[in-house]
């Protein structure tokens, strides 16, 4: 995974893209532009994982914020990103985003705000030197907590403070400089590439292409695949890995169109993300035999779309059958 300063292509880019003549823009950092996709997606993230709870089985504390590390950027430009952050340059995790209504929020916890302290302990330093190591450690340790249970933190000048979290689906998200249009989901990770973000038309679509990951990590694609013994090399792209890989993706696609709904997002928004998607120009072929074609996402989306209408107007409960009777892989 690149260091955060790869960014920097997405912004020579757009300034590329400025008419001769034109002003450019006020602030070209591409850490700027970084960090307020970060707060959309925290946003979109805290909505997601909050609104659809009932439909989890195993839940995480949600903060509503997602982390930043100095270690993410590399030495000649990590003043300028941490600027960006309002971040202190010393060796410390901040917070990089906060969603609005979050209990990070509600706090007065601020971005940029360095965490020195968690639970009364040292914050974890991570197992390698990968530069997401700490972060990776602080997640994983956080989502081990009861859903509900309060949180103290020494978030360094802000003070002292105590978060009491909001039971969600598990996953925390993160955001990779990247100018790829692409996203993945770990099992309890969303990554989302800058080029997805930027791809999207509004938010609404890109809460349709993050509820595609999520739903991976609800249904537990990662785990039943591997359980299922797939392919995960060159293998994946024929027979029955293949086969199965799709299926993860037509459902993901199915329940992505609840998980928009049940946070109050327009369920509609997700095919037409995928109708654009599908139709962008240079988009690969590398995943024809892994994922439907575009023409059947979106006549699946549109269909979940169909019966989510339906149960509106007859007044019955959001539940997406797929929550209760998930098909096997095999």
Known sequence: ???????????LSLLAAVPAGA?????????????????????????????????????????????????????????????VYGAATRDAPFVAAIAPSSPAAAVGLRVGAAVTGIQ???VPDGADAHPFARITAIETWLATMPPTAPLALDAGD??????????????????EASEKAGAVADGRMVLVNQGLAQFAADDDELAAAIAHEL?????????RLDAAGVDRGLGKQFGRSARLFKQTE?????????????????PAAAARFW?????????????????????????SLEAEAALIAAARTAGQPLRPPLIDAPPPLE
């Open 23 to 83: 002003a450019a823009p006020a602030d070209p950092s591409p850490y700027a532009t970084l960090a307020a996709i970060e707060a959309r997606v925290a946003a979109i993230g805290f909505r997601l994982t909050t609104a659809n709870a009932a439909l989890c089985p195993v839940q995480q504390p949600q903060f509503g914020w997602i982390w930043g590390d100095p270690r993410l950027y590399d030495a000649d430009r990590r003043a300028e990103a941490l600027a």
């Open 120 to 122: 009364g302990s040292a």
């Open 1 to 11: 995974m690149p260091h955060r300063a790869s960014a920097l292509v997405v912004a």
């Open 250 to 266: 037509i459902e993901a696609d199915r329940l992505s169109v609840w998980l928009l709904a049940g946070a109050g997002y327009d």
């Open 215 to 223: 739903a991976h990590n609800v249904l537990r694609h990662r785990a």
């Open 275 to 299: 109708t654009r998607f599908g139709q962008r120009k240079g988009r690969p072929l590398i995943q024809a035999g892994t994922h439907p074609p575009w023409r059947d996402r979106v006549a």
């Open 158 to 175: 802000v003070g002292p403070l105590t978060l009491t979290p909001v039971a969600g689906c598990v996953s925390d998200f993160r955001v």
